[in-house]
């Protein structure tokens, strides 16, 4: 049994609860948040023993050994490194940091204190994934990776009307890329690793993050495209491209369903069946490394985060997008 803390008290937390629930070796025994009466609130709930809203109390607390980090992306280096510090692994929801900078020390601050450190990006640690990455030699030369992930935020309608939640909140490091583009973006690091160039576009909104955007990036003999958005709506599915054939993923953030479909017309269902919470996945990952004296994880690994984070710097550079958390 490992006994976690979390830090964050949203839905995302509640969510990833009751998955790691699900894996009979997660007891949850801490929780953090800025303010006590949040803390109190969130430990009633879901029934935790020990609340904190001091972060040096509950980072040096010998009541956890690990913890998820769900806080705004903006306090994600803070809160995990803090942690590692008092000796704890980190399971820190995408995106893992504002920057490369922020990431880097998170590295750094693993390597020094020899704990594991893991981004909790769900969609490739699914069973489908997998199936994605085993089937991919059947397309042939692949030429083309395809993922499309919009969706109209329930918060843009309270944004139009003045009201600027977290979502659209640069100084909290959020944004369509960074809360919907990661999940095109991280697969794409994971299966094909990191582009020679890039070129990105993008909307933003006069709250300073960006509302939606477009990346065409190029791998030499193949490119990638990628489309994300918080204030439109796609039902695109996402599509590897091979000379021999294309692979169909219903959905990159969550792929339920996929298909290789081959040019001579027939079409090979590759998908495999999955619990219905698929935060289960990653929680069992890590649960799993860290029994195991790992560090880090082979899929969501330091260098593919890494990558990923690249990339998507380099975009909100072309795009103009600043937060304050990179001139900090």
Not at 209 to 221: A, K, R
Request: proline share 4%; net charge negative.
């Amino acid at each position: 049994m490992v006994r976690f803390g979390v830090i964050g008290t949203n839905w995302i937390t509640e969510l990833f609860i009751q998955a790691a629930r699900e894996t009979g070796e997660f007891a949850l025994t801490a929780v953090y948040s800025r303010t006590q009466e949040r803390a109190d609130e969130f430990a009633a709930k879901m029934d935790v023993p020990h609340v904190f809203s001091d972060l040096s109390a509950f980072a040096g607390s010998k009541e956890f050994d690990a913890v998820y980090i769900a806080s705004p992306n903006a306090y994600h280096a803070e809160h995990a490194i803090a942690c590692m510090n008092g000796g704890k692994h980190v399971l820190c929801e995408k995106p893992i940091a504002s920057n490369t900078g922020e990431l880097q020390a998170m590295i750094d601050a693993a390597a020094k204190n020899g704990v594991l450190l893991m981004e909790a990006l769900k969609s490739t640690l699914v069973p489908n994934f997998e199936a994605v990455r085993e089937n991919l030699p059947k397309l042939g030369k692949v030429r083309r990776y395809f993922a499309s992930y919009c969706q109209y935020s329930s918060r843009y309608d309270a944004y139009k009307q003045g009201t600027i939640l977290n979502a659209f909140n640069p100084a909290l490091s959020n944004g369509s890329l960074m809360d919907l583009g990661t999940y095109c973006i991280y697969p794409l690091a994971v299966l094909f690793g990191k582009p020679d160039r890039i070129r990105a576009s993008g909307m933003l909104l006069e709250s300073g993050v960006d509302g939606e955007g477009s990346l065409l990036l190029s791998y030499g003999d193949m490119d990638a495209v990628v489309m994300h958005s918080k204030i439109a709506n796609s039902y695109a599915p996402a599509e590897i491209q091979g000379e021999n054939a294309t692979m169909v993923i219903d959905r990159i953030n969550e792929p339920g369903h996929v298909e290789i479909r081959y040019r001579d017309g027939s079409v090979e269902n590759i998908t495999r069946p999955h619990v219905a919470n698929t935060m289960y996945y990653e929680a069992k990952r890590f649960i799993d490394l860290l029994k195991a004296g790992r560090t880090e994880c082979d899929t969501n690994s330091h260098a593919n985060s890494m990558t990923a984070m690249e990339m998507m710097v380099e975009a909100r550079k072309q795009m103009g997008l600043v937060f304050p958390a990179d001139v900090k």
